[in-house]
Structures are given as structure tokens and as C-alpha cells.
């Protein structure tokens, strides 16, 4: 499947702009990335094509799709993606190398059935991921359609937050009702989780763990989103912004207040001292409103933070450290092999980098430390490019904020077993991907109609960038004509 241009019209010399199109002329990569999107955040985790086993969520099928069509509009010639320099897939490519060769190891070792079965699922989710983010680097056209996918992973992490709420408040869970054709649950619902008397919600997650991280991952770019909508579009975004922070709250999650944290921390730091305090003052609004209607949760996490150094969870991450160096250096390098160390067969680590050191060795821990690392640094260089925008600046700093969100979870629970999380966090890495794209390639092309609007100063309006459109008129690559 090609992503061939218009008839009759010049190729881009950078791979960007109508060369993103099929020869109807409309641009197809931004609805099926939007609809991965919408499938993996509205559907419950545990949703599947029970005939193909634990790679049938219909999320992950859509990106089987995405990742093929990368991998054949890159091998096909005079193929349609961007092929210019960009740092995010020169760090995909090699941790997709690695995956493959620690594969190939385990191949030379004897296998219980186990480890053979859950290598080869998760193998395919992790590739399957990579080819999603290499995807949404290379194919999408312009801001307009980054800020389209930006927004639908709002959608999504509100929707998950609403499904929250309704298990939190009631106890009743919304997914168990879902019935589509051809779909079933892998696993049977036990009904929602509990903590302290109060129901722990999970939403379309597997975990109130997952749940509070994706949530407070999501927080940063739905944050951007509100403060750049139009005046009139604002009250809707700024909802979906409520029900995400208080979504984190109901999680009665640790993990999930860290990484809301973590999350903010860039903006803040990109933000002037009037949106910082304005900020500060409507998060003490919002914990005054909560421990007067929920004194119980505000107590709770109060107990979860005061008792970290007693705590039995916290304490029993830590006791397993040696258990988990051990298990590492019986294989240092390249690990026993990814998905090979089950909670079956081994020991419930309950922690990411135990995890990774064990399956992937110390080289993959590095790698996949170095390919965080370089998502943070590209979002670092997008904010310091005298070419980006203010909205380029304060994407930027949205994204880098969930990587982070995401990437210090993974310190407090398995993270990458948790596919939304993992989904996420490629997600994240290929929309720096195309962000660094989209500003180093030059100024924005007549394909952009209408550009991401600039996130406006304090007390000023967005108008969804139609101004600087109007101010500057179409403008044209410097390379268009080449």
C-alpha cells in the first residue's frame, strides 16, 4: 500500500506534504492513527480477538497495520515517508535490531513452553509498537494533523477517566457490559479493585496502577490542548482536563500522583510565573474540594506517602533487587530473552528495570534507557530551535512531559506489561518524531491550512493559529520546488 501522491503533483523533496496521501488525494495517515488511538484508549485492555490469543486487541491489529505499512512504503522504492534525518527513528530502529537479536539468542537455548509462547507475543507487541511510532514520525503531513492525534488521545484518556469515575463512585463496572461481535475477554472480571474501603477504579485498563499513570501521563497534552483551543472550544478541553486530574486522584495510586507530577514538571518549567501560580492555586482548590467530599482519600494518600519507608509494596520492590541482580548475571549481555521471565516461572518483580535487565541484559537496559533519553533530548532540542513556534515550544514540552510521567512509573510497577502504557509511551515517541520533522524541515507548507494554534499568554485568546496564517499567508517549503 503505497502512499502515493496526487496525480500531477510534485513530489516533496522531504517526503512531507501531499506525499503522505493515496492517490485519492485525501490524507489517510492521521484517521488510522487517530483510530489506533481511539481503540486502544476506549476499548478495555482485556478486549480481544480470542483466535489469535494475546496479540488480538483490535489496537494492537491496527498497528500490526501501521508497522507493515512503514516497513513497505520504506522497502517499496520511491517510497512516500520522510527520509530526512530525525534522531527518533535512528533510536527505533537500532532498539528494533536489538529485540530481534535477543530473539534470536534465546533461539539457542532450551525453552519451556511457556517462555516460547510469551517471547513470541510479546516480541510482536514490542515490534509492533516501534512500527507505530516510526509510523506517526514519518507520515503525519503537518501540525494541523499532529494536533488532531494530540487531541484524540485527550478524547481517549478522558473517556478511560469517565469509565473511572463511574467504577469509583458506584462500584459498577462499565466494561464487563461490553458485548461486540467477534471480541471476548481474556480474562474474567473479579469485580473493581479496593483500598481502604474505597473502590480502586481501573477504567479500560488492566490496573488502577496503569490507570493512574496513563492518566497522569495524558494530563500534560491535555493541559496544551485547553490553553491553545479558540475561546469559544475551550469549556470542553478544559473538562477533559478535569475529569483526567481528578481521574488520577481516584486511582488511589502512588505511581499514578508520581507520574501527574513528573508529567507537569516541563511545563512548569516552560511556563511563565502567572500560569505557574494560577496553576498552583487551582491545585489546592481541587485537593480542598476533594478532602471535603472525599476526607477518606485525601487520608489515604497521606498514609500511602508518610508510611513509603514502611510500606510492604515499597519495601518488597526493594528485598528483590538481589534476586533480580542475580537472575541478570546469569545471562549480563543480552538477557534471557524478552517476555521469558513470568511470574509462572519466576518471581513477581513488580518493577521495570528488574524486568528488562533480567529479559533484555544490561545492553538492552541501556538501549532502552538511551531511547527514552533521546525522546527527552529531541523535546529539549524542538523547545531551544529558534525555527519552532510557541505552540512548537509548548508541545514539546507536553510530550516530553508524558514521556517522563512514563518513564519514572516504570521504577514502581511492570510497566511495559501494560499495554496501554507501553502503546503510550511509543505513541509519545513518534509524535516528538514528527514534531521535530515538521520544525526542522522549515516553514510550514501550503498543506497546512491551518497550523496548530500558538498557546496563548495569559489572559490573551487562541484562534487556532488562523492568525498567523492570515498574518503571513501560504507558505512554501524551501525545498518544495526542487
Known sequence: MSLAIRP?????????????????????????VIAYVLLLFVLPARLTVMAMGGIGQPALLLGI???????????????????????????????AVLLLLNHLV??????????????TRILIINLTMIGVALFVSDTLPGRRQLHAVLKAVVVGAAACAVVGHVQFFTGFDLPALLDLP??????????????????????????????????????????????????RRRVRWWIAVALIASGVLLSVSRSGVLAAGAALLPLLLHWDWRRRANTLLVAMAGLVVSWLALPNLISTFRSLFGTLETDPSAQARLERFPIAFETTMQRPWL???????????????????????????????????????????????????????????????????????????????????YRIHLSLLFLVIGLLGALWTLVTSGEPTTTDAVAVADVPAPGTDGDDGRAADRAHGPRRHPGADR
Open 335 to 417: 538477557g534471557r530473552g524478552l517476555g521469558t521471565y513470568t511470574v509462572e516461572e519466576g518471581t513477581l518483580l513488580d518493577q521495570q528495570l528488574y524486568q528488562s535487565a533480567i529479559e533484555l541484559g544490561l545492553v538492552g537496559l541501556a538501549l532502552t534507557v538511551l531511547l527514552v533519553g533521546i525522546a527527552v533530548g529531541v523535546g529539549i532540542a524542538i523547545f531551544l530551535d529558534r525555527r519552532r513556534t510557541a505552540a512548537d515550544a509548548s508541545l514539546a514540552m507536553a510530550l516530553v512531559g508524558a514521556i517522563a510521567a512514563l518513564a519514572v512509573s516504570s521504577a514502581t510497577y511492570t510497566a511495559f506489561w
Open 182 to 231: 467477534g471480541l471476548d475477554y481474556s480474562t474474567p472480571f473479579d469485580g473493581v479493585f479496593s483500598r481502604s474501603g474505597m473502590n480502586r477504579p481501573a477504567g479500560t485498563t488492566l490496573h488502577p496502577i496503569e490507570y493512574g499513570v496513563v492518566l497522569g501521563a495524558a494530563l500534560p497534552p491535555a493541559l496544551h490542548v485547553a490553553l491553545a483551543a479558540p475561546h
Open 8 to 32: 500531477g503533483e510534485r513530489r516533496r523533496q522531504d517526503g512531507l506534504g501531499p506525499a503522505t496521501t493515496l492517490r485519492t488525494g485525501r490524507d489517510v495517515t492521521t484517521p488510522l
Open 65 to 95: 497495520l501501521l508497522a507493515l505499512m512503514w516497513c513497505m512504503d520504506k522497502v517499496v522504492p520511491g517510497g512516500d515517508l520522510h527520509r530526512g534525518p530525525n534522531p527518533i527513528r535512528w533510536a527505533l530502529v537500532p532498539y
Open 106 to 119: 534465546l533461539q539457542l537455548r532450551p525453552q519451556t513452553g511457556l517462555e516460547a509462547s510469551s517471547s
